[in-house]
């Protein structure tokens, strides 16, 4: 089969070799995700392009990464770090501190595109146990030297950007083990560097590996899965999509170990306790601020995929969609697995994404009424036991015919479901010819969610030619998250940033949390004195002081902890 | 009709007013709980008693409240808090400070009954509102005065115990008022001194009161319901005895509001967030080492009982039972809601108590195998939407049977739904003829819950003439608590508290948790150093030091926070 001309657009080169691309790609090196013609054309009508503009590719970050920044750290510390890692894991190259310094925010796509690197970390080590990372801590501690914590390389917000230089340790080269399976605790016990897929195929393959007497799974799907480690899961608070069933990366923790410059901890195991406010918890969240996350021990869950059952549904309104939403949450009979709930634009753009649009199916919905830019897709999965899961789905389909949605069949969710992982290479193939797409994200109450979305896509929409995409997709009986993803030309990184913060601000001003599952990092840290209140941060700059009191653990505006009115990128 | 010989031993006079038995009573003063027949019986049979034994009541602990001592506070701090609260709201009484200074403990209760009191709050105070608490606090920051806060008076575990005198702050006398019932959050925000039973009758009734869509339930059913306050459940992380359902106390918090020596601090009010490490949550189980807890949001349920489904199974063992605990927690099903396994003893005592004894029922029992001392019982409940509800019961039974049980309809599960509350009000009984009963728990792990069960049960039972009863009431897919309950004969405090201390001793050292839901409190602080280790103390203390500098929240012991190797008996 030959490519045709809209195809041929879209490139299928892996990045060159030591390449900026090479780092700020998203994802694995041969794999795209590449805009499909209804998403290509909507783009091109909503920005008003032709295809002329999509001749040639503007910056393609091809170049390699040769320019020369010394390491700052004196030689006898590389040598001290030399000597606890081993040579072979310690490396003051140029491109690896680039590359580890870096996250996966459109800003460092930007800027790596037009060879601009952020802050540098001055050496990269690769421990392979705790005593290695034991011993790291306390030189660094001795010695002043900034630690940034390296996991799966995912984070959005500069979560670990050096911005004091320093040295990063990475997590997923050799700290990436299975411990323990548990069969009888139904838990995991595993090294922090572990990436996701690693975890779940073992666990999906429990009894070949273990002889255990069934498989299991992680239950913990974020879309950054592919890329991201169980220890970043729980140091950014992240959530899985599936989390409406299986519970918050936070609600997945039954006990931890972190090296902290105060020593080493380990948190309590058990199901629940009296025993004071819960350390166990207070260390969830913390992004590397208090100490470095190196063993974790989660809950895991019956692997049952047979017992999988989609749901789709169209409304008249994303108000009506809500509504039913809100009544499941509170329904008592078991939560949906996967539960989305696509606003009016997100709607209009997924059901070309998702290849409805045009369809039979299309035609059905806009015969019975449900009109683009105000129908509202709601897509759904129910899992667990195989009648527990059916009596979810029955109910599902009992509320939302009560609020006037249509049944799609599980078709689309079906549709939805394998390429899950897949939506953020979409960027790259946008972002070669000039058009950013990125994503901002809150935890909202039932009752402040509408203005929430109503503010903040006004911000966002007040911006000429710019798509607001917004779904809620982490469900609770008394709330939910809202995603915000936005499309829009390239008109410079400032532009860009100015805008950024300008959403930031409106979520934050119409009541929305600063983050639902993203984290804070250093990109959302200049709101969190404001949102938190000073009391409340103060309380966690008292844990900090205590567990970190030389401020080594992810300093230079990390959380806002040490931030004080500063412009996070310009500490140095 | 004329009461027997046997009903007449039992005393059904409520206290004598500002006696010292109308303080350390359980519940309310006009209702008693009575051993019934065969539990006294059984109990004459262990301890070698006959009925002359119970010819005379020991001690009543009738005596007026009548010693003196003169509250050490200077009359300008009296009449500052008079000021503040008003007069009528401010008392330096002895019998007003020896009532709102003593918890529910044994040890207390044998003293009390020998006219002996415990440290005594020199002030105590009931304030109307939050300003009001805050000026307290500020007065006796500044003034070094300590702060004890009394929410229901039902702590086991000495957590209000005015070891420095000070001042106490009564919560559930002004402060215990609901302030907004929110239907679309499925939320009640309240003043944290408002008792179990007034909130629940008002969510159960909200369609009559709130003209809201459905009635509602507040789902946390603790032993001490009755007498306890929405503080207290958070403050010591209780647990209610649907919990497995409906979640402990820690996870029905949406937000709080403290007033602590370091400001006011309301935290974020969001079914989740990913701002850092949880401030929310950080206070939960601070035990008034922190601040005062003043006003609350919980999350609420729908309302259904005609929905709950009764369930009762007699196993061969208490493995067995446990085995098929496991099963249904790990089965993806939803959880049952009261879910109760009585071990060889407790099931055994447990059917004389709930009057199975002896029946039809009974004898079935025997006749099918379950011998007296080896047979375990588990009762239950499954609550919320009705296929949901009898989704659960349909698997439960297919699990109890697999492992070996047989289905003993739902009779005995509800014929112990009435008496929930009251067995605590047996206490009194047995102790006017010089018996004692007292509880002590923990929070275990499938993989180490016999250990833990046999290593304390064996220090338990090592006692002569003990009587030592368990059940695992709480339950998670990774392990449930134990709950020791033991009878035995009065020998005094000293070695009533010596054992009680080699039970404590015993539960630290097989795995246990020290507390799985009545909070540490003064009496198991001594534990915590060696069961959290030094570090993680340290960060609790960081916390408080931070929040209260001059450490006059709940200083003496509270949570071995201020311990140091000192006998918290003996602190002044």
């Given at each position: 089969?030959?490519?045709?001309?809209?195809?041929?657009?879209?490139?299928?080169?892996?990045?060159?070799?030591?390449?900026?691309?090479?780092?700020?790609?998203?994802?694995?090196?041969?794999?795209?995700?590449?805009?499909?013609?209804?998403?290509?054309?909507?783009?091109?009508?909503?920005?008003?392009?032709?295809?002329?503009?999509?001749?040639?590719?503007?910056?393609?970050?091809?170049?390699?990464?040769?320019?020369?920044?010394?390491?700052?750290?004196?030689?006898?510390?590389?040598?001290?770090?030399?000597?606890?890692?081993?040579?072979?894991?310690?490396?003051?190259?140029?491109?690896?501190?680039?590359?580890?310094?870096?996250?996966?925010?459109?800003?460092?796509?930007?800027?790596?595109?037009?060879?601009?690197?952020?802050?540098?970390?001055?050496?990269?080590?690769?421990?392979?146990?705790?005593?290695?990372?034991?011993?790291?801590?306390?030189?660094?501690?001795?010695?002043?030297?900034?630690?940034?914590?390296?996991?799966?390389?995912?984070?959005?917000?500069?979560?670990?950007?050096?911005?004091?230089?320093?040295?990063?340790?990475?997590?997923?080269?050799?700290?990436?083990?299975?411990?323990?399976?548990?069969?009888?605790?139904?838990?995991?016990?595993?090294?922090?560097?572990?990436?996701?897929?690693?975890?779940?195929?073992?666990?999906?393959?429990?009894?070949?590996?273990?002889?255990?007497?069934?498989?299991?799974?992680?239950?913990?799907?974020?879309?950054?899965?592919?890329?991201?480690?169980?220890?970043?899961?729980?140091?950014?608070?992240?959530?899985?999509?599936?989390?409406?069933?299986?519970?918050?990366?936070?609600?997945?923790?039954?006990?931890?170990?972190?090296?902290?410059?105060?020593?080493?901890?380990?948190?309590?195991?058990?199901?629940?306790?009296?025993?004071?406010?819960?350390?166990?918890?207070?260390?969830?969240?913390?992004?590397?601020?208090?100490?470095?996350?190196?063993?974790?021990?989660?809950?895991?869950?019956?692997?049952?995929?047979?017992?999988?059952?989609?749901?789709?549904?169209?409304?008249?309104?994303?108000?009506?969609?809500?509504?039913?939403?809100?009544?499941?949450?509170?329904?008592?009979?078991?939560?949906?697995?996967?539960?989305?709930?696509?606003?009016?634009?997100?709607?209009?753009?997924?059901?070309?994404?998702?290849?409805?649009?045009?369809?039979?199916?299309?035609?059905?919905?806009?015969?019975?009424?449900?009109?683009?830019?105000?129908?509202?897709?709601?897509?759904?999965?129910?899992?667990?036991?195989?009648?527990?899961?059916?009596?979810?789905?029955?109910?599902?389909?009992?509320?939302?015919?009560?609020?006037?949605?249509?049944?799609?069949?599980?078709?689309?969710?079906?549709?939805?479901?394998?390429?899950?992982?897949?939506?953020?290479?979409?960027?790259?193939?946008?972002?070669?010819?000039?058009?950013?797409?990125?994503?901002?994200?809150?935890?909202?109450?039932w009752d402040n969610l509408h203005k929430v979305h109503q503010e903040v896509r006004k911000f966002i929409k007040a911006r000429p030619e710019t798509i607001c995409m917004t779904h809620g997709s982490h469900f609770y009986p008394q709330g939910t998250n809202l995603y915000f993803i936005f499309i829009m030309k390239d008109n410079g990184v400032k532009e860009y940033t100015d805008f950024q913060s300008g959403v930031i601000d409106?979520?934050?001003?119409?009541?929305?949390?600063?983050?639902?599952?993203?984290?804070?990092?250093?990109?959302?840290?200049?709101?969190?004195?404001?949102?938190?209140?000073?009391?409340?941060?103060?309380?966690?700059?008292?844990?900090?002081?205590?567990?970190?009191?030389?401020?080594?653990?992810?300093?230079?505006?990390?959380?806002?902890?040490?931030?004080?009115?500063?412009?996070?990128?310009?500490?140095?």
């Amino acid at each position: 089969m030959t490519k045709n001309i809209f195809e041929s657009l879209w490139r299928e080169t892996p990045p060159a070799d030591r390449s900026y691309r090479s780092i700020f790609k998203w994802g694995a090196p041969g794999e795209y995700k590449h805009p499909n013609k209804k998403l290509f054309q909507e783009i091109k009508e909503q920005f008003h392009l032709t295809d002329d503009d999509f001749r040639t590719i503007r910056t393609t970050g091809d170049e390699s990464v040769s320019f020369k920044k010394k390491t700052a750290l004196k030689a006898k510390h590389i040598e001290a770090f030399e000597k606890i890692s081993g040579k072979e894991n310690v490396s003051v190259n140029e491109y690896d501190r680039l590359k580890y310094s870096t996250g996966k925010t459109v800003e460092e796509a930007i800027n790596l595109r037009n060879g601009k690197p952020g802050p540098l970390s001055d050496l990269v080590i690769h421990p392979k146990n705790i005593g290695e990372i034991s011993a790291i801590i306390k030189l660094c501690n001795k010695e002043k030297i900034p630690v940034y914590v390296y996991g799966g390389g995912s984070s959005v917000n500069f979560g670990f950007r050096p911005s004091l230089g320093g040295i990063t340790i990475v997590m997923n080269t050799h700290m990436n083990r299975i411990l323990e399976l548990n069969e009888l605790n139904q838990t995991v016990t595993v090294e922090a560097g572990i990436m996701g897929p690693d975890l779940e195929k073992t666990l999906n393959n429990a009894q070949e590996i273990y002889k255990s007497e069934i498989n299991y799974t992680c239950g913990h799907f974020p879309q950054s899965f592919e890329f991201s480690s169980a220890g970043g899961w729980i140091a950014a608070l992240g959530s899985g999509q599936a989390s409406s069933y299986y519970g918050d990366a936070y609600d997945l923790v039954l006990n931890q170990t972190y090296i902290t410059p105060a020593g080493e901890i380990t948190t309590l195991a058990y199901p629940a306790t009296a025993t004071g406010p819960k350390v166990n918890d207070i260390f969830k969240g913390s992004e590397g601020s208090f100490g470095v996350l190196v063993e974790l021990t989660l809950k895991i869950f019956r692997y049952m995929p047979e017992n999988r059952k989609h749901f789709g549904f169209i409304f008249p309104s994303f108000e009506a969609a809500i509504n039913a939403g809100r009544e499941i949450t509170q329904g008592e009979f078991g939560m949906p697995a996967v539960f989305r709930i696509s606003d009016e634009e997100e709607t209009h753009i997924g059901l070309k994404l998702y290849g409805i649009d045009g369809t039979i199916l299309d035609k059905l919905m806009q015969f019975r009424g449900f009109k683009p830019m105000q129908r509202c897709l709601f897509l759904g999965t129910a899992e667990g036991e195989k009648s527990f899961a059916k009596n979810i789905k029955k109910h599902v389909k009992l509320i939302c015919k009560k609020h006037g949605g249509m049944y799609i069949t599980g078709l689309p969710s079906k549709m939805w479901e394998p390429g899950r992982y897949k939506d953020p290479y979409l960027r790259e193939d946008l972002q070669d010819y000039g058009i950013l797409i990125d994503t901002l994200e809150t935890g909202v109450r039932w009752d402040n969610l509408h203005k929430v979305h109503q503010e903040v896509r006004k911000f966002i929409k007040a911006r000429p030619e710019t798509i607001c995409m917004t779904h809620g997709s982490h469900f609770y009986p008394q709330g939910t998250n809202l995603y915000f993803i936005f499309i829009m030309k390239d008109n410079g990184v400032k532009e860009y940033t100015d805008f950024q913060s300008g959403v930031i601000d409106s979520i934050e001003k119409s009541g929305g949390s600063l983050s639902h599952h993203h984290g804070v990092g250093k990109m959302i840290a200049p709101w969190m004195e404001r949102h938190l209140g000073t009391p409340q941060m103060d309380i966690l700059r008292a844990i900090k002081k205590h567990l970190d009191p030389n401020n080594i653990m992810n300093p230079g505006g990390q959380m806002g902890l040490d931030l004080k009115g500063r412009d996070w990128r310009k500490i140095k």
